[in-house]
């Protein structure tokens, strides 16, 4: 039973990781189309620069602070699929989702509950899979604010 619900766990992180490679954006993207309707292209357009922008900014910072993943260090971590990239900090997939909800949680508020739980599974994935330290996902997401907040005042 042990055994069953690690590998629907397991599962569950490859698949929610996956998905934070870019397919999640589109869901989100067409989410909001539907919740707003034509009112949400503004949004959308503001949270697909500052999630562009992380894009950006993330590979300069890993490639900075050169910190191997976890399942570097620890052999009894033993990572689910093969990463993106060498380097574990910060957490790109956490950066990215955290500056593309924010414009999107500020003009539409009553999605809160929504972009929270999709970070928190994101957060939890990026452990899950041995790929991310919870500091590397702490991070990300402070740069993905720190990325997002000043364009969604200027831009929404």
């Not at 490859?14 to 998905?19: N, T, V």
Request: aromatic fraction near 8%; hydrophobic fraction near 60%; charge should be positive.
């Amino acid at each position: 039973m042990a055994a069953a619900r690690r590998g629907r766990l397991d599962r569950a992180a490859m698949a929610m990781s996956w998905l934070g490679n870019g397919l999640i954006y589109l869901l989100i993207a067409m989410l909001l189309l539907a919740y707003a309707g034509a009112s949400a292209w503004r949004g959308i357009a503001v949270a697909a620069l500052c999630g562009a922008i992380s894009h950006i900014v993330y590979p300069l910072v890993k490639r900075a602070a050169d910190r191997p993943r976890p399942f570097h260090h620890r052999q009894t971590l033993v990572p689910l699929f093969a990463p993106l990239d060498r380097n574990s900090f910060p957490s790109g997939h956490a950066m990215t989702l955290t500056a593309t909800l924010i414009p999107m949680l500020l003009a539409w508020p009553g999605l809160w509950e929504l972009g929270l739980a999709l970070w928190l599974v994101m957060a939890w994935s990026r452990i899950a899979t041995a790929h991310h330290y919870p500091s590397d996902v702490l991070a990300g997401t402070l740069l993905g604010v720190a990325v997002a907040a000043p364009l969604t005042w200027v831009l929404l």
